[in-house]
């Protein structure tokens, strides 16, 4: 078996179903297995997702036991000389797979490789590459030197954001939401250390592996990150969870070197984690981009079919469904193209039996420039249409 892929699932089914759906289109040439560890889904993932994809080895706990010990799970049980994470709101371009792969069989020292992950709207997500959070580089990032100074290699570590985006790097830190990883790295530094129960634990790894004498590295391939589907993260329980990761791994790795900054990297924590919080919760009280208020026009483009199906949903939520038959071949450059009035719409819809995935990213990263565009997708089989924090459902 050349790739596992272990996704952690939790109450996301109709995000999960996508995902898996990208997977496998981007699974046509590699021998692959995909691994659904359930955290005590109440939402009847399990029964939708086997129902849909029965080849999927489904693994559901009874509990909610973390990301970490999740993920440990189906590792232990695949077999795939590399090892995949993926978080179950994530779809995965076409390409991505195979290019992952072939820089692994091609760097023998390289122990993970992450990616260019994209947000809901083609922006770039700025934690596709980060720094390890030494303790000056956290205080930089809490301090907002970071800020301040994105592109300084003293202050601008965390971020990295003096590489390019669009060029293979070396990097230190790579995000869990997509992580690819030799396995017999984590046969030599370990699986993911099961203290951290959810946050932290994709740096604890990174970390471990540099010190295990291997290389991270970042590839400009696209996915779209959906970042946090099933986290409320105004709440506190997230803030807590956040920041007591940061503590966790600021102990494993440093406490003893720094002892004399524990307290003030403590406090700061704490301080950083208070303000947050009230941040978060004021943003929550305002108007969401991606709910009604921000307008009620959706551009779809796809297959005759499909765009009947997208209207009557649409409009069945009060939405209106602006029309245009295409396809990946006929109208390439989606809604980017000149003849579309592509400035009066907020939200853009692809029917992904007429566009790959890899297209649809595309667009999305390109089209960003000029005016960002929410991303929407849609499938007959699923017969709902998927975006970030709303789904409209159909017939099923």
């Not at 999305?364 to 005016?371: E, T, V």
């Amino acid at each position: 078996m050349k790739l596992s892929v272990v996704i952690v699932n939790f109450n996301v089914k109709y995000y999960l179903e996508q995902t898996i759906c990208s997977v496998y289109r981007a699974a046509r040439n590699l021998e692959l297995d995909v691994w659904v560890v359930d955290n005590a889904s109440t939402d009847g993932s399990q029964e939708y997702i086997t129902h849909r994809y029965p080849q999927v080895h489904y693994l559901y706990n009874e509990e909610n036991v973390g990301f970490s010990r999740a993920n440990n799970q189906a590792i232990r049980l695949s077999e795939g000389e590399y090892v995949l994470l993926l978080n179950p709101d994530t779809i995965v371009g076409e390409d991505v797979l195979d290019a992952c792969v072939r820089f692994l069989d091609d760097h023998p020292q390289a122990g993970a490789v992450g990616v260019s992950m994209l947000k809901d709207d083609g922006g770039f997500a700025w934690e596709s590459r980060r720094g390890v959070p030494t303790p000056f580089t956290s205080f930089c990032k809490m301090s907002g030197l970071c800020s301040l100074f994105p592109k300084s290699r003293t202050f601008g570590k965390y971020y990295m954001r003096y590489l390019d985006k669009d060029q293979v790097n070396e990097i230190e830190i790579i995000s869990g939401a997509f992580n690819m990883l030799r396995r017999s790295t984590l046969d030599r530094v370990g699986l993911l250390d099961e203290t951290f129960f959810m946050y932290g634990e994709d740096i604890d790894l990174s970390y471990r592996i540099l010190l295990g004498g291997y290389q991270n590295y970042y590839l400009p391939v696209h996915i779209v990150h959906y970042k946090g589907e099933s986290t409320k993260k105004s709440s506190f329980r997230y803030v807590h969870t956040f920041y007591n990761a940061m503590l966790i791994f600021f102990n494993k790795h440093f406490r003893r070197k720094h002892l004399f900054l524990s307290w003030l990297i403590h406090l700061a924590v704490v301080l950083r984690g208070a303000l947050d919080l009230l941040k978060n919760k004021c943003l929550h009280q305002q108007a969401d981009p991606d709910d009604e208020a921000a307008g009620n026009r959706v551009l779809c483009l796809g297959g005759r079919e499909a765009l009947a199906e997208m209207k009557k949903i649409l409009e069945d939520n009060g939405m209106e469904a602006v029309l245009v038959e295409t396809d990946e071949e006929r109208m390439p450059e989606g809604h980017l193209t000149e003849g579309l009035d592509f400035t009066a719409y907020d939200r853009v819809a692809y029917d992904v039996d007429a566009y790959s995935f890899q297209c649809i990213l595309q667009q999305l990263y390109r089209g960003c420039a000029r005016k960002p565009l929410l991303l929407g997708t849609y499938s007959r089989q699923w017969g709902h249409l998927i975006t970030h924090k709303r789904i409209w459902y159909g017939k099923n």
